[in-house]
């Protein structure tokens, strides 16, 4: 696939020598494109992500994978802490108000397999940035579709083998923090969190369709 590069000064070293086990989705939540990129390069700002991909399935590659971009910011997954130091950043342009297209999406599952073999991370790496930082991010929201990514083998699919439980928050609370959802938040945080990756059309309060909705996390 065709990748334009567009450098951005706003990245750094990995620390540790930590290697990317994780892809993490964003969308911009911005008018346009353009606007996204100049402000992933501006150096004011200390944001970044390894790609950019516009509404029309361009690819911009703003930092090599080798380095870590800025994109992610305070959160947690399985109890990492430092996920830019673990993760490639992807922003999608989207202003959070429209669904994504589909020249858009053919370009991210062509991407998402060329890192996915190249760093050998499996479908369970590819999260959302509201996965790792719950109650702060929300991207990329409702409208992403994640059952299309999980149908191509590129994200974990929603539905785990068991029958549907009772709404107990314990229960999905351990499931959740098996799937790797570590951070700290309250029971009304974590089910937002997980409506918005599994059962985006989930209102009201918890009920077993919640539970039943994830993945068994195996």
Known sequence: MKIDQVPSPNFGPRKEGALPSLVVLHYTAMETAQ????????????????????RTGQVWQL???????????????????????????????????HPFPEPQMCALERLLHQIMQRWDIPPEGVIGHSDLAPGRKVDPGPRFDWQRLALGGLARPAGGREQAQGADYR?????????????????EVLLNTLRLRYRPWGQGALCGADIKALPSGD
Do not use: F
């Open 63 to 97: 930092v090599d994978e080798q380095h870590r971009a800025w994109h992610a910011g305070a959160g947690e997954w399985t109890g990492v802490r430092d996920v830019n130091s673990h993760s490639i950043g992807i922003e999608l342009d989207n202003s959070s108000q």
């Open 35 to 54: 606007a996204a990129l100049e402000r992933l390069c501006d150096p004011m700002y200390e944001v970044s992500a390894h790609y950019l991909i516009t």
């Open 171 to 187: 229960v999905l609370r351990t499931k959740a923090k098996a799937l790797g959802y570590t951070a700290a938040m309250t029971d």
